[in-house]
């Protein structure tokens, strides 16, 4: 009996390591005592993303709509949206910040979008040898374009879900174009046309006096708390932030002397993904009374490190995040 109780221990003990390594090797989850509570949903709901648009959203029509793909291309043709839905469709988890977001500011996002691989959807056309890259045209009247090098490389998706949804008429339905690694001014919505060029790229917001062309820089922001906050001498404070860049986050850093002195920020959640954000958080506490500049950085697995002011605004902006805690 006591023999037979032994080998039951065994096989249970084994399952629940079993168990354990299938969940390790499939997920990276927060650490047991993370606490999330304060911290928006990795995957940013739908209705939570954030909007920037140049006029209304458009009222695209399922059963009318065309995807024009015209140019350099050997076959040029029209797309349905069943069409479009039939092809080979992937998912891509990505975050997105806009070219306009400030160092603490919201306009930053994450969602898991499946759709189609462009270059691989032009290429079963025959594209031109002279193609450098390819224009998108919106049903809003926006512009943007990418080179031709990045649709080879960067896994540029042709958008049609959000969150396991078709995409809402509010974030570009039916199709919206993601380029991995890029601000939100490089990923057109609404889109109704595909040129194949071989001339300079233009973009909408490029031609009234942004640079769209560089990569998201290695940023950081800070969630909560807000810009300012007062507490008591020796009392903790909990803050939580994100980080996220043009590839993967290596790890994020914090100071309270401008610098002087860094201490590391633990990274609670993130997914074993290039171009997603991780979050983090840290508890503070000071001895003595006064104001306090707290601030971050992030570095990637680059070693690209965040810069304390960035000084060209225009092409995006990575200044550190700014908390001032006054301490009484």
Not at 214 to 219: E, F, G, K, N, V
Request: charged fraction near 15%; proline fraction near 6%.
């Amino acid at each position: 009996m006591n023999g037979n109780r032994k080998i039951l221990a065994g096989i249970v003990a084994t399952i629940v390591v079993v168990v354990l390594v299938v969940v390790s090797m499939n997920q990276i989850p927060p650490p047991q005592n993370a606490n999330l509570t304060d911290f928006p949903d990795f995957y940013t709901k739908n209705e939570d993303y954030y909007i920037t648009r140049i006029d209304g959203v458009p009222n695209v029509n399922r059963d009318t709509y065309r995807l024009e793909i015209t140019g350099l291309v050997d076959n040029p043709r029209s797309f349905t949206l069943e069409e479009l839905q039939a092809l080979n469709l992937t998912d891509l988890p990505l975050t997105i910040e806009c070219i306009g977001n400030t160092k603490n500011g919201k306009l930053v996002s994450t969602a898991i979008w499946r759709g189609f691989n462009v270059y691989d959807l032009l290429d079963s056309l025959g594209i031109s040898g002279s193609a450098t890259g390819v224009k998108y045209t919106a049903a809003d009247g926006y512009y943007a374009s990418h080179t031709m090098n990045q649709l080879q490389n960067n896994g540029v998706l042709g958008a049609l879900y959000m969150n396991g949804v078709e995409l809402p008429p509010v974030q570009g339905f039916p199709l919206r174009i993601l380029n991995p690694g890029y601000y939100g001014i490089k990923q057109p919505a609404w889109v109704i046309g595909i040129e194949v060029i071989d001339t300079p790229l233009e973009d909408y917001w490029q031609d009234r006096g942004w640079d769209t062309s560089p990569p998201i820089d290695i940023d950081s922001k800070i969630f909560f708390p807000t810009s300012y906050v007062r507490i008591n001498v020796s009392e903790s404070l909990r803050i939580g932030g994100c980080a996220f860049g043009g590839t993967r986050v290596k790890l994020v850093e914090y100071t309270t002397d401008d610098g002087a002195t860094w201490h590391n920020a633990p990274i609670i959640q993130q997914i074993d993904a290039d171009n997603v954000w991780v979050f983090w958080e840290v508890y503070v506490s000071f001895s003595t009374a006064g104001s306090y500049s707290f601030q971050t950085r992030a570095t990637d697995i680059n070693d690209n490190q965040q810069i304390q002011v960035d000084p060209d605004p225009l092409d995006g902006t990575s200044s550190w995040p700014l908390l001032i805690i006054d301490v009484t």
